[in-house]
């Protein structure tokens, strides 16, 4: 059964979520700051977390950070906070999605069975399960992890999957929309901005001179290439 940490501090919405999320057999815990929030998600392990960013203790991009520093875990934000910069942020830290207040219910929920998917192993064909980077890094496709320098590369769910989407499309230009539609979902389709705070995170990771990228290669309106 999928555990779901619910962490916001106005009453109301919490009790609606956790309403909804039983009745579709969900495991709810609920946290009313960042500070009981990040003892539940060590003590409980959920399997994601929908997270407001306006908390009373400490703000949410703390808590993704707080999160980040040890798990994988899907965020899902949920937040009043609705400009560019205030979205990228809290991707940036680590956060899977975001969603706007006032919400619709179907909506939040269709993005969490998202993001849950987004996290789950997923089989890989026989003959792609390794894929090495000129050298550079080796990508598994079937145990979902990145080794560079001899070290695994901690990747969020999401940025797992942007990077599988990619590999099993070396050399072909995917376009920005079926990037967002196979990453997010689809009802994604114009939200770029997504797609440049990830693509910065795996260049960060996973190139040399992420500056300069060899391997994740931008094609200007157009969509994104990987390269071995």
């Known amino acids: 059964m999928t555990r779901v940490l619910v962490v916001d501090d106005e009453p109301q919405i919490v009790r609606a979520l956790v ?33 407001d960013l306006g908390l009373p203790d400490m703000d949410g991009v703390e808590v993704i950070k707080g999160l980040r520093g040890w798990t994988r875990v899907p965020i899902l934000v949920l937040s009043a906070r609705h400009t560019s910069d ?14 706007t207040k006032p919400f619709g219910m179907d909506e939040l929920l269709a ?23 000129g050298g550079d890094f080796t990508v598994d496709l079937a145990a ?8 695994d ?3 969020t769910p999401t940025e797992w999957h942007l990077l599988e989407v990619l590999v ?3 050399g072909r ?3 920005q929309k079926q990037l967002l539609q196979e990453v997010w979902g689809p009802s994604y389709g114009t939200e770029t901005n997504y797609l440049r705070v ?17 391997h994740f290669v931008t094609e200007p309106g157009m969509g994104y290439r990987f390269e071995r």
């Open 153 to 155: 590369v901690r990747l």
């Open 19 to 51: 309403i909804n999320l039983k009745a579709r057999k969900y495991e709810v815990d609920a946290a009313p700051d960042g500070a009981t929030a990040l003892q539940l998600a060590a003590a409980r392990h959920p399997d994601v977390v929908v997270l």
């Open 144 to 151: 979902k992890k990145v080794h560079r320098e001899g070290r």
């Open 86 to 99: 205030e979205k990228v942020e809290a991707l940036d830290a680590g956060a899977d999605d975001y969603v």
């Open 111 to 133: 993005r969490l069975r998202a993001a849950v998917r987004r996290a789950e192993p997923a089989g890989a064909a026989e003959d792609d399960v390794l894929v090495d980077v």
């Open 173 to 175: 230009l995917v376009s």
């Open 168 to 170: 099993r499309n070396t």
């Open 198 to 214: 990830y693509m910065a995170q795996l260049r960060r990771k996973l190139e040399a001179d992420p500056s300069h990228p060899r």
